[in-house]
């Protein structure tokens, strides 16, 4: 089983700043990772898919990569809809998936 | 546009059983592996399995395995997630996700409260 370490479990950063995001696989998932933002009160949605392909309607802010097992997800100058909860989710051991337990994003 | 409504809240008690329900619509239904995700309250989330409405086949967590069983009538473009008998530890939010071909998460439903108190 492919386990997900995201951190650090909260961050906390000022409106205009830049945020960068960490998921780490346990074992090779290639680029087989997405990202997904949730609000209070709201279902998650897509943002980033194949590690570093935004999903339609994203903006070009948030941004992903990859180096070996280490995924980055980057914020950079936060907005305010943008303080949110991340989760990073592997798809490569199809057709078992697995979710990190996710990054919060606070106003500092 | 693809929309996936799920059925309302839930309240049960502990040893009953429950049938919540995922109706899909715009896009082809029995093309697309549809799957469900529990969030337990303040928790993330948690992937339990999915389901090919085209030919019925299914795929569980580990952990959800023997826990709930997951259905779909394609005749009605709908997935269903199940109990048969409800712990209060089965309290939580419950999404269902349609997975792309590649398996991310391309659309969620709004999510369906379950309750589970005596």
């Known amino acids: 089983e492919i386990f997900l370490t995201q951190s650090p479990a909260t961050l906390s950063v000022s409106p205009g700043e830049s945020a960068t995001l960490s998921c780490r696989a346990s074992?090779?998932?290639?680029?087989?990772l997405a990202w997904y933002q949730q609000k209070p009160g709201q279902a998650p949605r897509l943002l980033i898919y194949?590690?570093?392909a935004r999903a339609t309607g994203i903006p070009a802010r948030f941004s992903g990569s990859v180096s070996g097992t280490e995924f980055t997800l980057t914020i950079s100058s936060l907005q305010s809809e943008d303080f949110a909860i991340y989760y990073c989710?592997?798809?490569?051991?199809?057709?078992?998936?697995?979710f990190g337990p996710g990054t919060k994003v606070d106003i500092k | 546009e693809v929309q996936l409504v799920q059925s309302g809240a839930e309240v049960q008690k502990p040893g009953e059983s429950l049938k919540i329900s995922c109706k899909a619509s715009?896009?082809?239904?029995?093309?697309?592996?549809l799957g469900w995700v529990r969030q337990m309250p303040g928790k993330g989330l948690e992937w339990m399995g999915i389901i090919y409405p085209g030919d019925s086949g299914t795929r569980y967590s580990p952990s959800f395995q023997g826990q709930v069983t997951i259905s779909a009538d394609k005749s009605i473009n709908t997935a269903y997630l199940q109990w048969s008998r409800l712990k209060a530890s089965d309290t939580a939010m419950y999404f269902c996700?349609?997975?792309?071909?590649?398996?991310?998460?391309?659309?969620w439903g709004q999510g369906t409260l379950v309750t589970v108190s005596s």
């Open positions: 996700v349609r997975h792309s071909s590649s398996g991310w998460c391309d659309s």
């Open positions: 074992q090779s998932i290639s680029a087989n």
């Open positions: 194949g590690a570093s």
């Open positions: 715009g896009y082809s239904f029995s093309g697309f592996w």
């Open positions: 989710q592997q798809y490569d051991k199809w057709p078992i998936f697995t």
